[in-house]
């Protein structure tokens, strides 16, 4: 039997859920490698919704269960009946919805609460010393719940290429160690069997987004 992996999505769409690509790529690899990808969110309400071609909020509400079910191909359960002992390891892919619906990273940085059934996942793995990967924003998770861990989200100076560079700033002020990486590099925390990498913090090209997510899981596998 291949390794089973919790993956937690936030919704569906980058500007207020989960990044669908950063997503698909989680789920291509892991099954490269012979593993199986068990989706889950949490059943709560969307901070707001986006329109995608505006990007701009609307009136809409929608539930973060019911969009990551898209990406999930319906197959997905409630995250607050996730159990840790029946799984080897934890992926949390990137996109707004992780500081919009996962936290309140979004409105308030560092200073951001993180919701309590995310929390106490997250948590779970860790106490059983299991394997998390997260890539793009998702690290910010960790940043706050694991202080003095160690982190990618890619680079610390903004500039064209490294437009979200102040995320790096914020995780450092609250205590973490942030480690510099290109797009196609990942960065583990072998204390905390953490493996982060950065994805579409990058403005890459997707097949290196693709390649850095191929590493990430490539090593959560390795450590589960």
């Known amino acids: 039997m291949g390794?089973?992996?919790?993956?937690?999505?936030?919704?569906?769409?980058?500007y207020d859920g989960s990044e669908i690509h950063e997503s698909s790529a989680v789920l291509v690899h892991l099954s490269r490698e012979g593993a199986q990808g068990e989706f889950y969110a949490p059943d709560v309400e969307?901070?707001?919704?986006?329109?995608?071609?505006?990007g701009q909020p609307t009136q809409e509400k929608r539930n973060v269960l019911v969009e990551s079910a898209r990406i999930a191909r319906g197959n997905i359960k409630d995250l607050a009946t996730l159990n840790v002992k029946e799984l080897d390891a934890l992926i949390i892919?990137?996109?707004?919805?992780?500081?919009?619906?996962?936290?309140?990273?979004?409105t308030q940085g560092k200073n951001c609460t993180i919701s309590k059934v995310v929390e106490e996942t997250l948590k779970a793995f860790h106490?059983?010393?299991k394997?998390?990967?997260m890539c793009c924003i998702s690290p910010v998770l960790a940043a706050k719940i694991f202080p003095g861990c160690e982190l990618t989200v890619g680079q610390d100076k903004e500039c064209e290429k490294w437009p979200y560079a102040k995320t790096a700033e914020a995780m450092k002020e609250?205590?973490?160690k942030h480690v510099n990486k290109h797009v196609d590099e990942i960065h583990v925390d072998v204390k905390n069997k953490l493996v982060t990498t950065s994805a579409f913090m990058c403005n890459a090209s997707v097949h290196e987004v693709y390649d850095g997510i191929g590493k990430m899981i490539k090593e959560v596998l390795k450590l589960a």
């Open 3 to 14: 390794k089973k992996v919790a993956i937690v999505l936030s919704g569906c769409g980058v």
């Open 93 to 106: 892919p990137g996109g707004f919805g992780v500081a919009k619906n996962l936290s309140t990273w979004a």
């Open 127 to 129: 106490a059983a010393k």
């Open 46 to 54: 969307q901070m707001h919704v986006v329109d995608h071609v505006k």
């Open 174 to 176: 609250l205590g973490c």
């Open 131 to 133: 394997p998390i990967g």
